[in-house]
């Protein structure tokens, strides 16, 4: 499954569609669904763009890496244990989201803005789309840019020579 996943996207484009829905959800994170209004004075709304650095750092490595044709390190294997954590934060995002969205029939009485729908469909596919190629490219980079044992290149120096 994961091969055919890997013929539809590249990884390029793989890199490409994670910046794009990062961007769009920085800009949704200020964005309030049921009052149609931005937020930019409330410190949780910038929890995510903040945590969003570490993937957009993680994404430049990973283009670098793989253009250049160089092996995995230790700040790339940090930088992506960090991705993790922050991946738990994705799926947070996914089921807040999900359970805003499923609100809507408890608040049909009040007025909700008619963009309430459609734009939270979209932030839901978008925070869903960002987890799954949060781990398509962890699975390009280990086919890629390579695993991260890093004892097996110890063993290969000679320090009595130097």
């Known amino acids: 499954m994961l091969s055919t996943i890997k013929r539809v996207f590249s990884w390029k484009l793989t890199l490409l569609l994670s910046l794009i829905s990062i961007v769009l959800l920085n800009v949704f994170s200020f964005y309030g669904l049921y009052t149609n209004k931005f937020y930019f004075f409330k410190v ?3 929890i995510f763009p903040i945590l969003s650095l570490v993937h957009l750092v993680f994404l430049y490595v990973m283009w670098f890496k793989i253009k250049e044709r160089e092996l995995s390190d230790v700040p790339m294997r940090n930088l992506e244990y960090v991705l993790y954590i922050i991946s738990l934060v994705y799926l947070f995002k996914i089921i807040e989201t999900l359970i805003t969205l499923l609100s809507y ?10 963009t309430f729908l459609p734009i939270g469909i979209l932030m839901f596919v978008l ?3 960002l987890f799954g190629m949060t781990f398509l490219t962890y699975s390009y980079r280990k086919q890629l840019v390579g695993t991260y044992i890093f004892d097996d290149r110890n063993q290969h120096i000679d320090t009595w020579n130097s």
């Open 105 to 114: 029939s408890d608040y049909e009485n009040h007025l909700i803005p008619v």
């Open 127 to 129: 925070y869903t789309m």
């Open 44 to 46: 949780d709304n910038y």
